[in-house]
């Protein structure tokens, strides 16, 4: 028997940070920085990585911090204490999660205070460039200009790039 499609809704209500968020890739939304954060204290316990919550034993493969190397985009204390204030919503974007070999993800937020968002992830870019062996440069994509850092080992590969409230960190030129 062939399957009958039913109609579509005729408004489906999406929250604002999804269209931003291309057509084939997957997201998770967290929906507020408390509970990204809840999820960073969760799987820093867990030896950094989801798959530890449900093996038998932790294997630390340094997930988290290779993400956050990769990205250039580092945790502080005074993100930690401050973020809620300046960030609305987050969501890891992704068309694949396989850290391991080189997942294409990224992270998008949508910021509250936008200069001090925007602040913040140029610091932290500049200093990683200050300490060597990571160029920046910019290149064009949709028509605008986006900050990539890139390392010769792959190490670090990062796009950055700002529209409006929103900010995107990715290690993907094509989710760029």
């Known amino acids: 028997v ?3 499609a039913l109609p579509a809704a005729e408004e489906i209500k999406t929250e604002t940070i999804a269209g931003r968020v291309p057509e084939d890739a997957m997201y998770i939304r967290f929906g507020s920085f408390a509970n990204f954060l809840w999820l960073q204290d969760t799987l820093a316990r867990w030896g950094g990585d989801a ?3 449900i093996a038998l034993r932790g294997l ?3 997930a988290s911090g290779r993400m956050e190397r990769q990205l250039v985009l580092k945790q502080t204390a005074l993100s930690r204490l401050l973020g809620p204030t300046v960030v609305a919503d987050v969501a890891i974007v992704g ?5 391991r070999e080189g997942a294409s993800y990224g992270i998008l937020f949508q910021a509250r205070n936008n200069l001090a968002f925007s602040a913040s992830l140029l610091q932290q870019r500049a200093e990683r460039v200050a300490a060597g062996g990571v160029k920046e440069e910019k290149v064009r994509i949709g028509g605008r200009d986006v900050s990539y ?3 010769p080992d792959g190490k670090v590969r990062s796009y950055y790039v700002a529209d409006g409230d929103f900010h995107f960190i990715t ?3 094509t989710l760029a």
């Open 2 to 4: 062939p399957l009958e």
């Open 95 to 99: 068309t694949d999660m396989f850290f």
């Open 171 to 173: 290690t993907s030129k």
């Open 149 to 151: 850092l890139s390392s």
């Open 51 to 53: 798959q530890n919550l």
């Open 60 to 62: 630390d493969r340094d």
